[in-house]
Nanobody, 127 residues
């Protein structure tokens, strides 16, 4: 098990930027595949981005490609989601997720891949 704590959410105008952070408690952070998901009011939780345990592979949902960047810093046990050119439709609670791997890439876009979740951080984008 790993504890995940998100931070960096807030309110911003359309076109602005935010950087979300997710700090993990695991001493073996580098063995975990990490993901970001979001859930808007009245909608299902959806995949946003994921990064492999090595950091060499990243995955994005189409609506955020070119605007969001996922990265990880193993020295800080932290994964980041840099969000630029934010739009009102990006408004949601953003969740960090983690799953330990044995060196393979797990299906990155499925929420069922991940068994460890943070508490979520609210992102609100106004027009």
């Amino acid at each position: 098990q790993v504890q995940l704590v998100e931070s960096g959410g807030g309110s911003v105008q359309a076109g602005g930027s935010l950087r979300l952070s997710c700090a993990a408690s695991a001493r073996t952070f580098s063995s975990y595949q990490m993901g970001w998901f979001r859930q808007a009011p009245g909608k299902e939780r959806e995949f946003v981005a994921a990064i492999s345990w090595s950091g060499r592979s990243t995955y994005y949902t189409d609506s955020v490609k070119g605007r969001f960047t996922i990265s990880r810093d193993s020295a800080k046990n932290t994964v980041y989601l840099q969000m630029n050119s934010l739009m009102p439709e990006d408004t949601a609670v953003y969740y960090c997720a983690a799953e330990r791997t044995s060196g393979t890439v797990l299906p990155p876009r499925s929420q069922y891949t991940y068994t460890n979740w943070g508490q979520g951080t609210q992102v609100t984008v106004s027009s």
